[in-house]
């Protein structure tokens, strides 16, 4: 069975990058008919945020990335926070203390600077293991009791060539002078991720590794822990880092990007966001930009990753959000895509019905790129507008007509509108095009002119289905208050 994880550090807000490295061991276990795994490595606790694991559960839930191990569903490998973990650390630890591959380090913090320093001088990169400690001879018994003693314990390295595959970046190998005496216990007795995260993969059988290219630099470490603890390579996977737009660097919060809960609040759809960023650095070779999750799952394949860097492009989510706006209200519906909508009216739309907000959505949503465009787009549906007589008259259709001629042309439209039998769209279309043959305007000044009387909004839906939303009292309310408007200018 394909097993695969995602092990974020609930360390703060999550990125799009956090997320794509959960949307791609997903759609893996998915495929295969495995299993995705939920773990949280919170080991650093300097850095521990009260509130992100709920924050990281709450975002997967969102884009549907369900796990089948791990918090709240717990499961056979529990417990899934590291720092409950411990003894289990502890007992793989001991192993290689005992095969002679670890050993306590009582060495002080201060004089590992003094390596560091001394080595930078010296203009060679820094390994702990060229200033390895006597310690590191210790028997077995002697560095139990300096671990007991709150000392660190480090992975006794045998430097020598490694290479492996890589399913993303192809075959690669490295020499040994990166491999280094790494720490594996840390002076609060927890683990490092180094050390953890290789334990917590082999205890939970995962098969397939995937993560950030970051990662690779440490890899010949990795691979000596895997060969002194006698496990079985899995699958790695290093995803490509997620650039900035210029394309010259990895994505940051300064280069525009902000977090998922952001996006979410901005009235992003997870269908759109889970599109985007698994589209994102991978496609299946065809045309096809837009998939359900059940078609990502299909369609994904581990060798169409791509191998380097993918720009981030926030006008691409947009689009992405836009099209899938029009798929739910096209093929679900427009209750679907209401029930989508619930956190995004404006305030002037809290005292009116389901039903009148669903006739507003249902005309106005094929011009949403965010459901967050609904407090702008939508709110003189609900509330007059402010009448903005230089929009109205410096409007480039209107600003050629005289307001002795807007009075007029408004005159006849509310005459007209005041002798409909039946407010309906069909009949207020045919009205407004027997309007355009008596006044003879042209379908830009007339359209203009009552549809900024109206709205005063820089966008509104066809005129004839605006009108019908509204209602004959309020169309006209508001038609006569610009005609008066205008007559008291002109006098």
Same mark, same amino acid.
């Given at each position: 069975?394909?097993?695969?994880?995602?092990?974020?550090?609930?360390?703060?807000?999550?990125?799009?990058?956090?997320?794509?490295?959960?949307?791609?061991?997903?759609?893996?276990?998915?495929?295969?008919?495995?299993?995705?795994?939920?773990?949280?490595?919170?080991?650093?606790?300097?850095?521990?945020?009260?509130?992100?694991?709920?924050?990281?559960?709450?975002?997967?839930?969102?884009?549907?990335?369900?796990?089948?191990?791990?918090?709240?569903?717990?499961?056979?490998?529990?417990?899934?926070?590291?720092?409950?973990?411990?003894?289990?650390?502890?007992?793989?630890?001991?192993?290689?203390?005992?095969?002679?591959?670890?050993?306590?380090?009582?060495?002080?913090?201060?004089?590992?600077?003094?390596?560091?320093?001394?080595?930078?001088?010296?203009?060679?990169?820094?390994?702990?293991?060229?200033?390895?400690?006597?310690?590191?001879?210790?028997?077995?018994?002697?560095?139990?009791?300096?671990?007991?003693?709150?000392?660190?314990?480090?992975?006794?390295?045998?430097?020598?060539?490694?290479?492996?595959?890589?399913?993303?970046?192809?075959?690669?190998?490295?020499?040994?002078?990166?491999?280094?005496?790494?720490?594996?216990?840390?002076?609060?007795?927890?683990?490092?991720?180094?050390?953890?995260?290789?334990?917590?993969?082999?205890?939970?059988?995962?098969?397939?590794?995937?993560?950030?290219?970051?990662?690779?630099?440490?890899?010949?470490?990795?691979?000596?822990?895997?060969?002194?603890?006698?496990?079985?390579?899995?699958?790695?996977?290093?995803?490509?880092?997620?650039?900035?737009?210029?394309?010259?660097?990895?994505?940051?919060?300064?280069?525009?990007?902000?977090?998922?809960?952001?996006?979410?609040?901005?009235?992003?759809?997870?269908?759109?966001?889970?599109?985007?960023?698994?589209?994102?650095?991978?496609?299946?070779?065809? +045309?096809?930009?837009?998939? %359900?999750?059940?078609?990502?799952?299909?369609? /994904? !394949?581990?060798? =169409? @990753?791509?191998? $380097?860097? #993918?720009?981030?492009?926030?006008?691409?989510?947009?689009?992405?959000?836009?099209?899938?706006?029009?798929?739910?209200?096209?093929?679900?519906?427009?209750?679907?895509?209401?029930?989508?909508?619930?956190?995004?009216?404006?305030?002037?739309?809290?005292?009116?019905?389901?039903?009148?907000?669903?006739?507003?959505?249902?005309?106005?949503?094929?011009?949403?790129?965010?459901?967050?465009?609904?407090?702008?787009?939508?709110?003189?549906?609900?509330?007059?507008?402010?009448?903005?007589?230089?929009?109205?008259?410096?409007?480039?259709?209107?600003?050629?007509?005289?307001?002795?001629?807007?009075?007029?042309?408004?005159?006849?439209?509310?005459?007209?509108?005041?002798?409909?039998?039946?407010?309906?769209?069909?009949?207020?279309?045919?009205?407004?095009? +027997?309007?355009?043959?008596? %006044?003879?305007?042209?379908?830009?000044?007339? /359209? !203009?002119?009552? =549809? @900024?009387?109206? $709205?005063? #909004?820089?966008?509104?839906?066809?005129?004839?289905?605006?009108?019908?939303?509204?209602?004959?009292?309020?169309?006209?309310?508001?038609?006569?208050?610009?005609?008066?408007?205008?007559?008291?200018?002109?006098?």
């Amino acid at each position: 069975m394909i097993v695969t994880r995602f092990a974020p550090s609930p360390t703060g807000y999550i990125h799009i990058g956090n997320v794509r490295s959960a949307i791609y061991p997903y759609l893996i276990a998915r495929q295969s008919g495995g299993k995705f795994i939920l773990r949280i490595e919170d080991t650093d606790q300097a850095r521990f945020v009260e509130g992100a694991t709920e924050l990281i559960e709450d975002t997967l839930n969102w884009l549907t990335l369900e796990w089948d191990e791990g918090p709240v569903v717990g499961g056979p490998n529990a417990p899934y926070f590291q720092s409950e973990r411990r003894e289990i650390y502890a007992t793989w630890a001991k192993k290689l203390i005992e095969a002679g591959r670890a050993y306590a380090d009582p060495t002080p913090a201060e004089e590992v600077q003094k390596f560091r320093e001394a080595d930078n001088a010296a203009k060679i990169p820094f390994l702990f293991r060229n200033h390895r400690p006597a310690a590191a001879d210790f028997t077995p018994e002697e560095t139990l009791k300096l671990w007991e003693a709150g000392n660190p314990i480090r992975f006794k390295s045998d430097p020598k060539d490694y290479s492996w595959h890589d399913d993303v970046m192809g075959d690669l190998s490295t020499g040994p002078e990166v491999c280094d005496d790494i720490i594996l216990i840390k002076k609060d007795g927890l683990p490092t991720y180094n050390f953890a995260h290789i334990v917590d993969d082999a205890e939970m059988g995962v098969t397939h590794i995937a993560r950030g290219v970051e990662y690779l630099s440490s890899m010949p470490n990795y691979l000596a822990l895997y060969e002194a603890l006698g496990l079985e390579r899995p699958h790695f996977l290093s995803l490509p880092h997620i650039l900035a737009p210029t394309g010259n660097k990895k994505l940051g919060k300064r280069d525009g990007a902000k977090s998922v809960t952001e996006y979410r609040a901005d009235g992003v759809l997870p269908e759109a966001l889970l599109n985007y960023l698994a589209c994102l650095g991978w496609n299946d070779g065809t +045309e096809q930009e837009i998939y %359900t999750k059940d078609e990502l799952i299909k369609a /994904f !394949s581990i060798n =169409r @990753i791509q191998n $380097s860097g #993918a720009r981030f492009d926030e006008t691409k989510i947009l689009w992405y959000n836009g099209m899938w706006i029009r798929k739910i209200h096209d093929e679900q519906g427009n209750d679907a895509l209401y029930e989508c909508t619930q956190d995004f009216w404006p305030e002037s739309a809290a005292s009116f019905s389901d039903e009148y907000k669903k006739k507003v959505l249902d005309i106005i949503y094929d011009r949403l790129k965010t459901l967050g465009d609904l407090k702008t787009m939508t709110n003189y549906f609900f509330a007059d507008p402010n009448l903005d007589m230089d929009l109205l008259i410096g409007n480039k259709f209107l600003k050629k007509l005289s307001e002795r001629e807007l009075i007029d042309l408004l005159s006849a439209v509310i005459d007209k509108l005041n002798s409909l039998k039946e407010w309906s769209a069909d009949s207020l279309q045919a009205t407004f095009n +027997e309007l355009l043959e008596t %006044t003879g305007k042209k379908p830009a000044e007339l /359209f !203009s002119l009552v =549809r @900024i009387s109206l $709205s005063f #909004a820089p966008f509104s839906p066809a005129l004839h289905l605006t009108c019908e939303v509204l209602g004959r009292d309020a169309t006209l309310a508001r038609l006569n208050a610009v005609r008066s408007a205008l007559t008291n200018d002109l006098h």
